[in-house]
């Protein structure tokens, strides 16, 4: 790694049989240069998009273009809220799921059924363009309480670019 690059961190944990991971992205020298802040909170405004979109046992973390994908209203965020050095939508650098459940493993089956209470599972949105050398992806753990609200579960991680800022100085 160098100056001017960023690390996208993947980490995975385990506590009593029950896995699962996060991913932070971060600039290597702790400051993000303009072009990957831009990229960051895009990538930050899909997952809240995602999370605006929630409905108690409606949504659905697949593919779907249906209304009740989260994947869908994370992509549409994604698609128009920046352009490529060519002009185009960033949603064509989206190339994986929005997300996974996790339990047992690290990446639980992802049941194609809605998500509803008691439920546990990730939000990872991520845009990668090769050709700028860019890669962003933040990934948080949700939990839907029995009122049927979305819980953040790692909200206490440093989240938007100024945190993650502040963090590399400590």
């Not at 493993?105 to 700028?132: R, S």
Request: proline share 5%; charged share 25%.
């Amino acid at each position: 790694m160098k100056d001017g690059d960023l690390v996208v961190m993947d980490v995975g944990g385990e506590f009593s049989m029950y896995a699962t991971d996060i991913t932070r992205t971060a600039p290597v020298n702790g400051k993000f240069i303009p072009r990957q802040r831009e990229i960051y909170n895009i990538v930050l405004g899909a997952q809240e998009a995602a999370m605006q979109a929630f409905k108690l046992g409606e949504s659905k973390l697949g593919r779907g273009a249906d209304a009740t994908s989260l994947f869908k209203a994370a992509f549409a965020y994604i698609n128009t809220h920046g352009k490529d050095l060519h002009g185009d939508p960033l949603g064509k650098y989206f190339i994986h799921g929005l997300g996974h459940h996790v339990g047992l493993n690290v990446h639980d089956l992802n049941d194609p059924a809605p998500l509803n209470k008691g439920m546990v599972f990730t939000l990872e949105p991520g845009i990668y363009i090769p050709e700028e050398k860019l890669g962003v992806r933040i990934e948080d753990m949700f939990y839907v309480d029995q009122e049927g609200k979305l819980v953040m579960l790692t909200a206490g991680l440093p989240h938007t670019a100024e945190e993650v800022e502040a963090a590399m100085k400590k």
